[in-house]
C-alpha cells in the first residue's frame, strides 16, 4: 500500500511538473553595437508566449547616468516578435521589459560624428558633433601616407567653444586652423577613445582631398 501511495504521490508530481506553463522570456538585440552621432539603431527581440499586440517597454541607462528612461514602447506580432528603432545621443544601456521580466542589457556606444571641410587652399574647418559640448578635447589632422600605406599626425588641435546643433541635444565643438600640404594629399580628422571618453568611442571623418 505505501508503493503504491508512493507511486500515486510521484505520478501526481510528475503530472503536475508537465503541466507547468515555461517561465516566460524576453530578448533583445541590436543590429548595431557602435553607431555615428545622429545614426538609428534597431532593437529587436522575442516574447516566449508568442502573443501578438503585447507591450514591451525599452529602457535606457545613458553613460553617466543610473537612472533607467523610458526610450520606447514596442508591440508585438503574431510570433511574439518586435522591432523598433532608437537614436542614441551618447553610449547607453538597453534592455527590454514586459511586466516584470527583462531581457539581458544591450549596450550601444556612440562616436562622435566628425567633419572635415577646407575653406581654402591651406585652410581647413574641425567640427565635432556629439550629445554634449566636447570643448578642450583634442582632434588629430592626419594625412595619408602612401609609403607604409598608414595615416600620420599633421596636427593636433583643441576644439573651441560648442554651439547648439540642428536638432537637440546636438552640440558642435569646432577649430579653425592653417595646414601645408602637397595638393591631393589625402586628409582626415580622428579622436581617439580616451579624448572622445568616456562617453564616447573613437571616430574619424570621411577623408578629403589637401
Known sequence: MKILALTAVIGAALAT???AAPPVTVT???NATIVTYG???????VLSTQKSNQAI?????????????????LKTVAN???SGTVTPTVGTSYEATFKAVKSAPVAVAVRPLLELTKAATGSYTAKATAGQALTGKFVLFQRYRKLGKRWVQVKRLALGTAVPGATKPAMVSS??????LP???????AITAKQAG?????????????
Do not use: D, M, N, W
Request: hydrophobic share 40%.
Open 57 to 73: 517597454g525599452i529602457a535606457a541607462t545613458e553613460c553617466g547616468s543610473t537612472k533607467q528612461a523610458k526610450a520606447a514602447t
Open 175 to 180: 577649430v579653425a586652423f592653417k595646414a601645408k
Open 17 to 19: 511538473a508537465a503541466g
Open 183 to 189: 595638393r591631393g594629399t589625402r586628409v582626415r580628422l
Open 198 to 210: 568616456p562617453c564616447y568611442a573613437a571616430a574619424t571623418s570621411k577623408t578629403l582631398r589637401a
Open 28 to 30: 533583445l538585440a541590436a
Open 39 to 45: 545614426s538609428p539603431v534597431t532593437l529587436s527581440g
Open 80 to 82: 511574439g516578435a518586435y
